[in-house]
């Protein structure tokens, strides 16, 4: 039921790093990596940044088996993506500027250079109850099919990737961005140069 | 969906016809075109057992739906057939401006059966194709039938060829295209000349494709150039040092194989690097069809003149033979494109006789390091003279005659390129699970364990290597069927991929989709290499990467654990534990009717 030490050692690694930068409360946030039909996930109630070799929990991608008693609430979000998606990795976490920047956009566009060649733009997806996976489930995959992050309106984002740390990449990438943007916005004076409008993110 | 004519033209050398014929929405819905294309048309139009070099098997040639756009990397152009060498399904890529110039002809793909009375040539023009005696130009070396069929089509023809060794069924003939570009791998070269069809000679049509939304296109393209332009690789080392610019690193973590893949790495390997390659030979550099890379070079020794060498045949015809003189290696790399001879192949089939002879079990003559007798041995081979003829079957044949296969560095009897795996377990798997055989193009594991590309993971480890390598085997099926280089996605990816194909077809693809399409391409060329008796067994690698670690350098000290990311891989791809796909699989890829 528990990962491989070396499955676990990265998770203990991005785990730490997630805490680190804040990404997270300290109980909050899930991530997890697909290996073909299975996929490991986080423990429930567990401290991503204080993760313990029990913490890491192997599950199904699509079979549901007893270590649902103990995986992380939003294991049915992860197996959506997984389902629906070419990821193998995903990190869920609450950066705050991205969530602020959430109640009052519909999308985050890159303003900056960095986030302009990376990411360009983080699509905001809207449900009533964003906590938890049954709505996530159905509304987070999608986008992720075509972007590395997604945010779910006063929740927190998912971002994919190939590996734990390319994901990990994205949600940092995500919270740069929606925090230049809101110090900028902050500032009440108008952008001199915005990178966005180079390659026209709206239909990216 | 637009981006495509749906046309194809089969050429029967039998009859000597030519027929049109349409392409269905749904074949290019499922299939793309180039190499897609041509895997789903060969696997339901050729018999099981067919003799690669018979009359019956055929010979695809198909561009995609990106190609001839203002997508970057645009003007590759993919060929689909059954290997002499290997007997698997065999696809092979080559860039330049052929596949664009034949796209604007009005067809998407050329299907070639039969074989020609007399030596043939094939003439494409605006909406044409003829068939056109080539006794003349027969026996000629590539550099001859280019200027001949140029002299005969008019200075605007592009002329893709077979030299000597594809005329006498060399089965590591190469097709050369534009002189320098190749058809590299798997003997294609052969089964050309096998039909007596000497060359494909086109010149520019007038026939466009409709693009759905090219404002989109556009503003895609844009961000696309900026990330290519930006990225290192494909910004600044591949336009300063070219493909050669990874001789240093890759022997820096010691996988840079030597001496018959008997060393990981050499203190020498910088007199033939790309750094050296810019410094001593290049005269300038070159690019494909709207590419913004250019990692082509024209270079020039003191005797000889052409392009290259990459670093596949640096490697191959230099520390793989122990010969680390540049003018040497040069100046064998120019041979093999002037014969039609595949680098790889050619390097580790003679690298293989040297080890037989290191080790007395064959008296082959020659030894490591003997640089002065690589270009007689390849004039030898081309004309199955002498010991040429020997090694004109590949290091498995070759080896096996002196009851030595493991002396052969190869997979499914195709040489290796340049990557030990005992410094990459990733790529090991790879390797092994190759439909074509040992290859580095279906599935490039080396760009995250040591280029860190898109990002970086353990190179020694073994935990998920078989889903990373699974995407980016499916990924290399969408590359080569849309089709584009897969160079540009060290800097661009799926993401952007699937945009592109979006805008120019019309039809709303995600990198998701593409991700399924590729597994289905994939998918079938595992049921066409099952089909032809490969099994589990055949998804393996030289013995020498699981029982001998190197004893020094960055790398020592580590074997490939092969049948641990095997177990791995055929779950990840839902496959038995003998390497067959599962009713399930084939379900989910709308195969099950073609198992």
Sequence with gaps: MFAPPEIYEEFRRIGQFLDRRMLISSHAGNISTRHGNKIYIKRRGAMLGDLKPEDVIETGLNDLDSSILISSTETGVHQAIYNATSHLAVVHCHPPHVVALSMIEDDITAIDAEGAFTIKRIPVVSYPHPVGAIESAIYVPPVLQNYPVVCVRSHGIFAGGVTLEEAYMYATIAEEVATIRYLTLLTGKPILTDASERGKFDIW | MNGLHHALMRVNLNENTVTREEISEELAEQYLGGTGLGVALLCTEIPSGVDPLGPENEVIIATGPLNGTRVPTSGRFSLVTKSPLTGTIFDSNSGGFWGVWFKTCGFDALVINGKSSSPCYIAIEDQSVTIKDASECWGMDVDATTDFLISQEGKNAKVLCIGPAGENLVK????????????????????????????????????????????????????????????????RSMPNFGTAGLVNVINTFGLFPINNHQAGASDLANQISGEAIRKQLLVESEACFNCPIGCGRLTKTETMNGKGPEYESVWALGAECGVFDLQQVANANYECNRLGIDTISAGVTIACAMELNQRGIADTGVNFGDGDKIIPLLRQIASREALGNELA??????????????????????????????????????????????????????????????????????????????????????????????????????????????????????????????????????????????????DTLPERFMTEPFEDGPSKGVVVHLQDLLDQYYEVRGWDEMGVPTDQTLEKLSLRRLA
Aim: aromatic fraction near 8%; proline fraction near 3%.
């Design chain 2, 172 to 235: 590591i003939a190469s097709i050369m295209n534009d002189r320098h570009r190749a058809f590299g791998r798997g003997g294609v070269g052969a089964v050309i000349g096998s039909k007596n069809l000497k060359a494909l000679v086109v010149k520019p049509g007038k026939q466009k494709v409709i693009i759905s939304d090219p404002e989109s296109l556009k503003a895609f393209v844009k961000t696309a150039v900026d990330k290519i332009i930006q990225a290192p690789i494909t910004g």
């Design chain 2, 393 to 538: 079957e590949g290091s498995f044949r070759f080896a096996s005659n002196y009851n030595s296969p493991q002396y052969a560095m190869c997979v499914k009897k195709q040489e290796l390129p340049a990557y030990d795996p005992r410094g990459a377990q990733g790529q090991g798997l790879a390797y092994a699970t190759s439909n074509r055989g040992g290859c580095h193009l279906r599935g490039f594991l080396v760009g995250m364990e040591i280029l860190g590309v898109p990002k970086k993971i353990d190179r020694f480890g073994v935990a998920g290597k078989a889903d990373i390598l699974v995407r980016l085997q499916n990924g290399t099926r969408v590359t080569d069927s849309l089709v584009t280089c897969k160079f540009a996605e060290y800097s661009i990816g799926s993401d952007h991929l699937s945009r592109f194909l979006t805008a120019v077809t019309g039809k709303s693809y995600s990198a998701a989709d593409l991700d399924v399409i590729g597994e289905r391409i994939w998918n079938l060329e595992r049921l066409f290499n099952l089909r032809e008796g490969f099994s589990r067994t055949d």
